[in-house]
């Protein structure tokens, strides 16, 4: 099993919204942050929660975004926020 990304990788959560069991937040989707770890494989819950097998496992990360990444400029200036999320959310980011 190989990880897409690793510590220190920059990504963007995926813009969806799909319909049904989804663990991903809303206030996430479409921000950059940075990848702090890999915090193991994982079946997919999003295919657990309808009784499917959730597999093949998918990689799991932390990833830090910052407070002005995700709710604008001067809030909370040095505080950050890490959200664990699965690979199927993360495509490479920019910047």
Partial sequence: MTDRFRTGDRVRVRTAFP?????????????TGDVVSVAGHYHDPEELAYGRRGAPALALYRVRFTQDELWGSGEAPGDDLVVDLYENWLEAGHG
Avoid at 22 to 29: H, K, S
Wanted: hydrophobic share 25%.
């Fill in 19 to 31: 319909p049904g069991h989804v663990r991903t937040p809303f206030y996430v989707r479409g921000k």
